[in-house]
Structure formats: C-alpha cells, structure tokens
C-alpha cells in the first residue's frame, strides 16, 4: 500500500457555465459525459432538453475523456474522472456547474467513481496503467479535501470500484483479469478474490449491488453473461445477458436488474431475485449504450450511448415497467457516464 499523499487543493479555476443560480435552486438534472469533446452536458430528464453544457479543463488541444460521473447524496455535489493524460478527478458544485477541486491521480487511467453511502469518500480504479500481466490500482479519496487515504495494486484493469449499501465492502471488476476483488471501504485491504466468467477473456466491466448489500452483479463483457455472488464472495449463478453487457444498475426496490448490451444495442430488463430476463428494449437507432442512470422512484432509467465513429453520441430515456422509449436527444460523441442529480431547493 502506498502512503498517504498531499491532495491538490480546492482549485480556484471556475468554468463556464450557464446554468445561473437564481432563489429556486435548480430541478432535477442528468449529467452526460461526452468524452470526444471534452464537456459534461447537463439535460432535463423529463424532456430530454439541453440545459447546459459544461467545458472540461484538461490539456490544451488533447483530449482528456471524461468517462466516470457520480452525484452526492445531498446532489449538492458532482465528480467527475479525466481519463486520458494526467487523469483527474474533478468536483463541481450546484447550482451552476462550477469547477471547485480537482485532484491529480497518480495513475495511467482513471474509470468510474465508487461512492460511499455518506459520500465521503470516492473510490476510483486505475483502468489505463495496466499492461500485460501488470496490476492497476484503486485509490480511496476524501471528497471534502481531496486527499487520497490509501492505494493499492489490486488487478489487472480494474475498471469498476462498487461501494456496497453499508459502506464496508469495495467491489473491483477486474476487465484484463477473470475475477472480481472484494476489499474493505476502509483501508482497501484484500477480503477476498472471486474467479467468474470461463474462456481467454471474460472481461468483468461492472458492478452493481442490491440495495440490501446481500448481493451483487457482475457484466461480462467478453463473455457475454452477468453473475451474481454474495457478499462473502460466493459465486451464486450465472445467465446469459446480451453481446457485450457493459454497465449495470439494479432499481431502487430490489426488483429489477438493468444491463446495457453494447454490441447488442439493447437495454436488458432482469427480475430479482432469480434473473430471469423479463424484457430486452431494442436501441438501435442509439449505438453502443453505455451508461445506465435510474430515478429514486424506479420509475424511469436514461442510458448513455456512445455513437457510431465520426458521429454523435446520446441519451435515451426508458419506462421501466414498460420498455417504453420515452425521449432521444443526441449530444457529444462517445459519451460514457451519466448520472442523475436530485433538485435542490
């Protein structure tokens, strides 16, 4: 483990963003990350409207890729990953989407943010560094001070780093690899290693845990599948999932396990318990889906996709109970995460 290092600081940089602050707060927003063009573009999640978009600050002319985004409980706050170059994770505040922190990591990549229940602390996994047989590392950050607590080698491309409900277990979806890694919310230290997945490359992607934290699911990407184990790390079962599952998110009432098929072009609709496949909604005007965002109510999910090549990514907005396709809205180009915020008063 490495030692503790001195965190960056709160920045004083602020973006430009038009969102204005004004005596109503703000609505409920969706934040999408669009990574060929550096900016996070802020939506209302009913209509599918444009808002806001917000300029990255990275390296002049490269392109920085903001892949990971996650929202404090309060949604007072949002984080967000650099991916490319010196990968950062960044902390704007709301209302107004203004740049208020930023943390440079010392990894070769960075992925998805893993927040505790309290949103204290963020995990953020070292998905660029791996090579080979080398292992990449996750690092456990103090969100108010951006100091990162604790780093250790876990796995090779660990890609996803899951905080359970409880806030004591850290699940690491390991992509180079063929397991997963459950370590401890407090100090990252190794609980226990899972094998999943059979052939050269099951590639683990993601997680998602029950919102009682007595399970948790796993997308394999290379194998086509998502697994179940328990929070002792037993491997409970495996079913079939779609050409490619990449992310995944179960709903708020434990009762459905939502997949999206990259390859597939599909959102995958399973009942819990026993994942039995209740629906597939087709996206095929909307390649390669990606991220997957749901309301508190369970209701509705909206799923980033990230566009064909030289073209434009997007959102999708989906009924739950339905698979009905509520809204499309293009923005950006090979958008990855997205995320829903809460209104603030």
Known sequence: MRGSRAALGLASILLVASCAEGPEGEGARLLVASGFTDQVFVLDPESGAVLDSVAIRGRPFARDEPHGIAVAPEGDRWYLTLAHGEPELQVFER???????????????????????????AFVPDYGRSAGDEPGEVARIRTRTLEITHQVRVCPAPHDARVDPTGELVLVACAFGSEVVLLSAVDLSELGRVSIGEGMMPMPMNVAWSPDGRRAWVTLMGGDRVVEIDREGTLVQSVDAGPQPTSILATPDGRRLLVTNRQGRSLAIFRLP???????????????PQGIAIDPTGRHAWVSYEGEVGGMGGVVAIEIDSGEVLWRTPVGAFVLGVAWAPALP
């Open 95 to 121: 209302p107004g989407h203004r740049l208020i922190g930023a943390l440079r990591l010392p990894m070769g990549g960075a992925a998805r943010i893993g927040l505790t229940p309290d949103g204290r602390i």
């Open 274 to 288: 026993g994942l039995e496949l209740e629906r597939e909604v087709a996206m095929g005007d909307a390649p390669h």
